[in-house]
């Protein structure tokens, strides 16, 4: 079946550090999404990708989709004690069914 | 954030107790999904309603039973439970079944005894 696989599982950087974390599929994605989950929360949606090679940016956030869409990247740039917590890829089969599939999530600790 | 709403909170119920999850949704969306979070595993996706029918049922075992009344409702019957569905379980909905981003609730810490 689909998997999404995501690394690195840990990241400990100091603060002002750049982050990345990376998302690979094992089938072509229609779509991938990114949630970030803080200690003791719930997964809260940050943003989606469509198109093959789409770029956003949130800040000081950046998304990318890759050209085969079967591969994301999430890279936080200066990181902040505020961006502490998982991030989470999901990415949706290209027979869009609504069923999203997880990474693993990358957990983040910023120290101070 | 109310989008959401779970409950209870926490459960803690023996392996033949029969319990209920539940989930509400207050954003007028159209489907409604069911995930299973354990400690060091990916989120699992467990059932997806879309306009009050289930689209998805990713290979749950059927001790888990869910039934969605309508559009804003979801619920999560248990029963005959194992230790190893400890776990925290979380109900989300969005606008639509596909490539919109989804709501979570704040889960239900369950335990089983």
């Known amino acids: 079946g689909q998997q999404v696989m995501q690394i690195p599982q840990y990241q400990h950087v100091q603060e002002g550090e750049d982050f990345t974390t990376y998302c690979n599929s094992s089938t072509t994605l229609s779509n991938i999404q990114w949630y970030k989950q803080r200690p003791g929360g719930h997964p809260v949606f940050l943003i989606q990708?469509?198109?093959?090679?789409e770029v956003k940016k949130q800040k000081r956030l950046t998304f990318q989709f890759g050209e085969a869409k079967k591969n994301s990247s999430l890279h936080i740039t200066a990181t902040q004690t505020t961006d502490v917590g998982t991030y989470f890829c999901?990415?949706?089969?290209?027979?869009?069914?609504?069923?999203?599939?997880f990474g693993q999530g990358t957990t983040l600790q910023v120290k101070p | 954030e109310t989008g959401v709403t779970q409950t209870p909170r926490h459960l803690v119920m023996g392996m033949t107790n029969k319990k209920s999850l539940k989930c509400e949704q207050h954003?007028?969306?159209?489907?409604m999904y069911w995930y299973k979070q354990s400690a060091k595993k990916p989120l699992e996706l467990m059932f997806v309603y879309s306009l009050e029918e289930r689209v998805e049922n990713n290979s749950v075992p059927s001790r888990f039973s869910p039934e969605c009344p309508n559009s804003s409702h979801l619920f999560l019957h248990l029963h005959t439970l194992q230790p190893e569905d400890s776990a925290l379980y979380l109900c989300?909905?969005?606008?639509?079944?596909?490539?919109?981003?989804?709501?979570f609730g704040p889960g239900t810490r369950l335990t089983v005894t």
């Open positions: 989300a909905s969005s606008q639509g079944a596909s490539a919109y981003e989804q709501y």
């Open positions: 999901a990415g949706e089969a290209s027979s869009n069914t609504g069923k999203l599939i």
């Open positions: 954003l007028g969306h159209n489907a």
């Open positions: 990708l469509v198109k093959s090679g």
